[in-house]
């Protein structure tokens, strides 16, 4: 108990005598659900910026109502064509999930196919995202069916001339422009369509660019036509009453969760909430899958989550500290510790936290997050002597460089490790 009292000292005066702290604003809560006793808290009850810390809310909506597998098409037939609609499954095609069995079973139908797209459609922007963010790799427009991650890779090794584009369907889209400046390089794309624009580097290098592209119902049916090897079309008439739907499932869903855990994707966080959507009301619209949550499962909060996206790229939201440990005690329960752990990142091992929190056995497994001026982790603490620990630290408005509030995070954290 001496050991713990004189811990606490020692982070409490690093609160107040760092100069990563002194001009910003810090929370840190420490729990221990064994004894469900709050070790430490400090600046609690307060409101924070989570930035990616909200992809948390969005794997606990996935975990409470998504199955074991992601509902990619629901499809139906009209007469001899295969109508089929999308439910917001970021798989298909996408470089960084596992195969999904959309294509095998579209690639396998005998019958002409289309697309009917929805009704209405969600917004290709979260509530308070930066417009001119459009061309970097973590803004992706979310999408009823997305195809290729929405987004078009482009390499170039250095020393060539040659740029590798992924999909190739939009090669006849780039296009090389002299650079107007040092600071103009890379590949920059026209804000409201698929034109992009390779300025070369002053020095060449290699180029490795992810820019997302332009949806649309046309551009979609373009890509699987190309893909598929057969004419895709946009179905333009009524859905009959009768028609009997049916449910096309891709990949499991840990695949997705541990992609927007460990590395912190955006697009498929906002695209589970699309999913969730869908599944509580088959409409596609993140807002409806954020009340339900909030509504259903959420209600016992200690301070209601200011909560409006699932990828955390709005500075919109808000949560404290506390809401976050609560937050993560549900999601405890939901998931074995070992399944877990293995979606999250872990320090000095996998995703976010690959070159911090090192130890070995590790002893941080967490979601991190941040935006500018603001970092926040939020997780597990696996102490020296085997002992579980939830916390979640939370800084906001400080003006130091991130690495600054890292450093002085993780030495209070270590202070936990060692003395429980």
């Known amino acids: 108990m001496f050991t713990s009292c004189t811990t606490y000292k020692t982070v409490n005066k690093t609160f107040e005598n760092s100069t990563a702290f002194r001009q910003g604003f810090s929370g840190l809560v420490v729990y221990d659900p064994e004894t469900n006793k709050t070790l430490y808290e400090h600046n609690a009850e307060k409101y924070f910026t989570p930035a990616s810390n909200i992809k948390l809310f969005s794997l606990y909506t996935g975990l409470k109502i998504l199955g074991d597998s992601v509902p990619a098409l629901e499809y139906f037939y009209n007469n001899d064509t295969l109508v089929f609609s999308g439910t917001g499954d970021p798989s298909l095609l996408n470089p960084d999930l596992p195969d999904s069995r959309v294509l095998h079973f579209l690639k396998n139908i005998k019958a002409p196919l289309a697309y009917i797209p929805p009704v209405t459609e969600e917004k290709i922007f979260g509530p308070g995202w930066a417009w001119d963010d459009y061309n970097s790799y973590y803004s992706v427009e979310r999408t009823p069916l997305p195809i290729y991650g929405n987004r078009v890779s482009f390499q170039q090794k250095q020393g060539s001339e040659a740029m590798k584009v992924y999909p190739a369907s939009f090669k006849d889209s780039l296009f090389t422009e002299t650079p107007a400046g040092a600071s103009q390089s890379g590949i920059k794309r026209d804000q409201g369509k698929n034109r992009f624009v390779f300025y070369p580097y002053q020095k060449p290098g290699f180029l490795n660019q992810d820019v997302p592209f332009k949806f649309s119902s046309e551009l979609l049916v373009k890509l699987l036509s190309d893909t598929l090897q057969k004419e895709v079309r946009i179905f333009t008439g009524a859905v009959p009453a009768s028609a009997e739907k049916n449910t096309v499932y891709s990949i499991h869903v840990d695949s997705m969760y541990k992609r927007m855990m460990e590395v912190s994707d955006n697009f498929i966080a906002e695209q589970i909430l699309l999913l969730a959507s869908k599944t509580i009301s088959d409409t596609l619209n993140a807002g409806i899958a954020i009340r339900h949550m909030k509504e259903n499962f959420l209600r016992d909060l200690p301070d209601e989550a200011y909560w409006v996206d699932g990828s955390g790229l709005?500075?919109?939201?808000?949560?404290?500290?506390?809401?976050?440990?609560?937050?993560?005690?549900?999601?405890?329960?939901?998931?074995?510790?070992?399944?877990?752990?293995?979606?999250?990142?872990?320090?000095?091992?996998?995703?976010?936290?690959?070159?911090?929190?090192?130890?070995?056995?590790?002893?941080i497994f967490a979601k991190t997050g941040t935006l500018r001026n603001n970092h926040s982790l939020s997780g597990f603490l696996r102490a020296k002597s085997g002992k579980i620990l939830i916390f979640s630290f939370m800084n906001s408005n400080y003006t130091v460089p991130t690495s600054e509030i890292k450093t002085q995070m993780e030495l209070i954290l270590r202070n936990f490790y060692e003395v429980n």
Not at 317 to 335: A, C, G, Q, Y
């Open 314 to 363: 709005s500075r919109y939201n808000l949560v404290t500290p506390r809401s976050m440990i609560k937050l993560l005690s549900k999601i405890e329960k939901e998931v074995p510790r070992e399944r877990l752990f293995n979606m999250l990142a872990t320090g000095g091992k996998s995703g976010t936290l690959k070159n911090s929190y090192i130890a070995e056995p590790p002893y």
